[in-house]
């Protein structure tokens, strides 16, 4: 375990905005991980993981630990159910491959989400029709305080649309150390009615798509639309698709009769942000390093020298558009730090 001092975290967000931490420590092993809380009780720190759904604004002065504990184990199997559990270091997107090389299933929809397995529960990542909640069995986590350690259930972690407890109540108290899914083995349930995935598979004649096929066709669509974050800074989505009432959804569909839309409950519609911010005309817009990309309005992306103070200034100047314009309050999906 080493401490270092004014260390750089370019190469630790997604965003490659170029700020410092006061100090870094690498964790690779859970007796690590509570000796540093038990020597560091008073300190404030901060948690980072795959660094993907952050935007960081300024200097970190504090300790930023680098959650990088890694395994994969197969914790339970019965005839058609697999319980696995990874932990929280481990790349996700690697994580969903390696879950499809051994033909289980259910996470195929969410094939190259950026970031760690330990950050996906906090964020209740999805995509494609599908939530990490879907699947979800448990997470072990540890209190910074008590240094106690914890199995948060599916009702406890209280999941809904991008958030969890860990985003409120428990904010900073737990540091999340592996996640447990519960996986098909055979007879799997394909979700191929959202965004494009049915084209996809259609364009390469697949009629009888299998999970490997679902997840090469969410990585192509991907690949697509959203930049490589190693080749342009960015975190993914920027904001959650807006979910609003029926009625004023009526009234947009009036004034804006090819407004896309997906059915939430009885009286909620949720909105695609990506449209929104395209049909406000800032596709594509550029404020010196700071943009839109010129594929997806949902993503914002450093052209190489951006500040995280100058992407939040675009992001605001798009939530500010998008109110104006269609009385919707758009809502970063990215924590802004």
Not at 127 to 148: H, I, P, R, W
Not at 253 to 268: G, L, M
Not at 274 to 289: C, E, F, Q, S, V
Request: with cysteine.
């Amino acid at each position: 375990m080493r401490v270092l001092r004014n260390f750089s975290l370019k190469d630790h967000n997604s965003f490659g905005i170029d700020v410092r931490a006061e100090k870094f420590i690498s964790i690779e092993n859970i007796k690590d991980l509570r000796s540093l809380l038990r020597k560091s009780y008073a300190a404030e720190l901060f948690i980072l993981g795959g660094g993907s759904n952050m935007l960081l604004t300024g200097d970190i002065h504090k300790t930023v630990l680098h959650i990088a504990l890694k395994g994969k184990k197969i914790v339970s199997e019965f005839e058609n159910k697999v319980i696995i559990e990874a932990a929280a270091g481990e790349n996700w997107h690697e994580f969903v491959l390696w879950t499809l090389e051994h033909n289980y299933g259910g996470l195929e929809n969410l094939s190259l989400i950026p970031g760690n397995v330990g950050t996906a529960p906090i964020q209740n990542i999805g995509a494609y029709g599908v939530e990490l909640k879907d699947t979800f069995v448990s997470c072990k986590a540890m209190n910074v305080q008590t240094l106690e350690e914890k199995e948060f259930s599916l009702e406890e972690c209280e999941f809904s649309y991008r958030n969890s407890i860990f985003k409120n109540q428990l904010k900073g108290q737990y540091i999340i150390t592996s996640v447990k899914f519960r996986l098909t083995k055979e007879h799997h349930h394909l979700q191929i009615d959202y965004g494009s995935i049915r084209s996809e598979l259609n364009e390469k004649g697949i009629s009888s798509p299998k999970i490997h096929d679902i997840s090469e066709a969410v990585i192509a669509i991907r690949r697509s639309k959203l930049p490589n974050p190693q080749e342009l800074g960015n975190s993914g989505s920027f904001f959650k698709n807006p979910i609003i009432k029926k009625s004023q959804f009526e009234d947009l569909k009036a004034e804006f009769p090819e407004i896309p839309s997906y059915e939430v409950s009885d009286n909620e519609i949720k909105v695609p942000a990506g449209w929104l911010i395209d049909k406000a005309g800032l596709k594509g817009y550029r404020d010196g390093d700071a943009g839109v990309h010129k594929n997806q309005a949902l993503v914002l992306v450093n052209y190489g020298q951006a500040t995280g103070a100058e992407i939040l200034a675009l992001s605001r100047k798009i939530q500010r558009t998008i109110k104006d314009k269609f009385k919707i309050d758009l809502e970063a999906e990215v924590n802004i730090i």
